[in-house]
């Protein structure tokens, strides 16, 4: 068990290991996902009330469940970082923020698509939508703030507080659409009764948010990879690395 | 555990149920101002202001829409079932507008408690289905959640 940890605090064997999962998972997630995508543009049946539009569901809600479980990544891997001084949680809180926003980004654009057809609207200040909002400005947030500082160790602390105060807007986002009035319906899948969501729709999604995990982790695997070799660049592993690859 | 590493926990921790403590306050001093707009039975019960801009939210009740023949105006009543409000509106509204669904009206009230609408939002619910199982719900008797009577 512990060996397991000391392993996870060592460069090299992060970088091996992240190697060989990512080259079976990342040509795996990218066919998982055109096969999803031609599942729910091509068989999953259209809507009763909305008819095609909601297919954009497909990427909505997937981009915007994976954004909000990155966030815990970050926030968790910045107090792991606080508490233990790993640096490996550092680099991933710190690879964890831009993939993050980026999904964030996406679920707000695709949020909008749809509420345009639906709604009539783009973009309305309900409590749903704004704290997905702050949510982006948190990414960004981390991002800024880990750039801001020129000591790094300083940053990652800074970086790891923004997170760990910022997680309470998480619960905040997932409950806005029961705690108020809104113009976002509620959600559609749910844990603790039958989901209000015929099977054949159902499935479709839920395959689909597993597929934006999988990409999720692959992006994060890559973008820390890539943060590994910068930071160790003058260590003898990733001499020794480039001069094999040449 | 190491003392130093117990007593980052503790701050970690510290900050996590402080920063959450915070922002719950904040959020339940605001809880009435969070809202996207007042249900009818509270604009009925004269807590919407009167000459400002509101929205006032429910379902669009069954054959109460009224469409102008010769402009874009129509009239119809939002419900909560235990209060309703008239709306009038001229324009188009959005394709899922219907009797028998949400729909969030954002205008002011006149004396006559009704609402001079000049903007009407759509609110779908959270119940998706193929059309054929929504007919067949509809041909066994059970009209599916939400649909309107006039699509």
């Given at each position: 068990?512990?060996?397991?940890?000391?392993?996870?605090?060592?460069?090299?064997?992060?970088?091996?290991?992240?190697?060989?999962?990512?080259?079976?998972?990342?040509?795996?997630?990218?066919?998982?996902?055109?096969?999803?995508?031609?599942?729910?543009?091509?068989?999953?049946?259209?809507?009763?009330?909305?008819?095609?539009?909601?297919?954009?569901?497909?990427?909505?809600?997937?981009?915007?469940?994976?954004?909000?479980?990155?966030?815990?990544?970050?926030?968790?891997?910045?107090?792991?970082?606080?508490?233990?001084?790993?640096?490996?949680?550092?680099?991933?809180?710190?690879?964890?923020?831009?993939?993050?926003?980026?999904?964030?980004?996406?679920?707000?654009?695709?949020?909008?698509?749809?509420?345009?057809?639906?709604w009539g609207t783009?973009?309305v200040w309900d409590a749903?939508?704004?704290?997905?909002?702050?949510?982006?400005?948190?990414?960004?947030?981390?991002?800024?703030?880990?750039?801001?500082?020129?000591?790094?160790?300083?940053?990652?602390?800074?970086?790891?507080?923004?997170?760990?105060?910022?997680?309470?807007?998480?619960?905040?986002?997932?409950?806005?659409?029961?705690?108020w009035y809104s113009l976002h319906q509620?959600?559609?899948?749910?844990?603790?009764?039958?989901?209000?969501?015929?099977?054949?729709?159902?499935?479709?999604?839920?395959?689909?948010?597993?597929?934006?995990?999988?990409?999720?982790?692959?992006?994060?695997?890559?973008?820390?990879?890539?943060?590994?070799?910068?930071?160790?660049?003058?260590?003898?592993?990733?001499?020794?690395?480039?001069?094999?690859?040449? | 555990?190491?003392?130093?590493?117990?007593?980052?926990?503790?701050?970690?921790?510290?900050?996590?149920?402080?920063?959450?403590?915070?922002?719950?306050?904040?959020?339940?001093?605001?809880?009435g101002n969070i809202n996207l707009f007042y249900p009818p039975a509270e604009v009925v019960a004269g807590k919407a202001p009167v000459g400002q801009s509101i929205r006032v939210g429910g379902m669009v009740v069954d054959?109460s829409i009224q469409?102008?023949?010769?402009?874009?105006?129509v009239a119809f009543e939002l419900t909560d079932y235990s209060g309703t409000v008239p709306v009038v509106y001229e324009g188009?509204l959005p394709?899922l507008f219907d009797e028998g669904q949400g729909a969030v009206a954002a205008g002011q009230l006149d004396a006559n408690g009704v609402l001079q609408a000049t903007e009407i939002l759509a609110k779908h619910d959270?119940?998706?289905?193929?059309?054929?199982?929504?007919?067949?719900?509809?041909?066994?008797?059970?009209?599916?959640?939400?649909?309107?009577?006039?699509?």
């Amino acid at each position: 068990m512990w060996s397991f940890f000391h392993k996870l605090g060592s460069p090299p064997w992060l970088y091996g290991i992240s190697g060989s999962i990512l080259r079976w998972l990342l040509p795996a997630s990218i066919v998982a996902l055109l096969a999803g995508l031609a599942w729910v543009l091509l068989v999953v049946p259209p809507d009763f009330r909305q008819g095609n539009s909601y297919r954009i569901m497909y990427i909505h809600v997937p981009t915007a469940v994976v954004s909000m479980a990155g966030y815990y990544v970050m926030a968790i891997a910045g107090a792991i970082h606080l508490i233990w001084k790993m640096k490996m949680a550092d680099v991933a809180m710190k690879c964890a923020a831009p993939i993050g926003a980026a999904l964030t980004f996406l679920a707000l654009v695709t949020g909008a698509i749809w509420g345009k057809p639906t709604w009539g609207t783009w973009w309305v200040w309900d409590a749903r939508i704004t704290s997905v909002l702050v949510l982006l400005f948190l990414y960004l947030g981390v991002i800024a703030l880990y750039e801001a500082f020129d000591n790094k160790e300083a940053a990652s602390r800074a970086c790891a507080v923004l997170s760990l105060v910022g997680m309470v807007n998480i619960p905040i986002i997932y409950k806005s659409v029961d705690w108020w009035y809104s113009l976002h319906q509620p959600a559609s899948i749910k844990f603790t009764s039958e989901s209000t969501m015929d099977a054949s729709m159902l499935y479709p999604l839920l395959y689909m948010i597993i597929v934006f995990y999988a990409l999720y982790t692959c992006l994060l695997l890559l973008n820390m990879r890539a943060e590994l070799l910068d930071r160790e660049r003058s260590k003898g592993w990733v001499r020794a690395l480039l001069k094999g690859s040449r | 555990m190491h003392p130093v590493r117990k007593r980052r926990l503790m701050i970690v921790l510290f900050i996590v149920l402080f920063s959450s403590v915070a922002v719950g306050l904040v959020v339940y001093g605001l809880s009435g101002n969070i809202n996207l707009f007042y249900p009818p039975a509270e604009v009925v019960a004269g807590k919407a202001p009167v000459g400002q801009s509101i929205r006032v939210g429910g379902m669009v009740v069954d054959g109460s829409i009224q469409r102008a023949s010769d402009s874009l105006r129509v009239a119809f009543e939002l419900t909560d079932y235990s209060g309703t409000v008239p709306v009038v509106y001229e324009g188009i509204l959005p394709d899922l507008f219907d009797e028998g669904q949400g729909a969030v009206a954002a205008g002011q009230l006149d004396a006559n408690g009704v609402l001079q609408a000049t903007e009407i939002l759509a609110k779908h619910d959270e119940n998706y289905m193929p059309p054929e199982v929504a007919e067949a719900l509809e041909a066994s008797g059970k009209a599916p959640p939400g649909a309107g009577s006039g699509s």
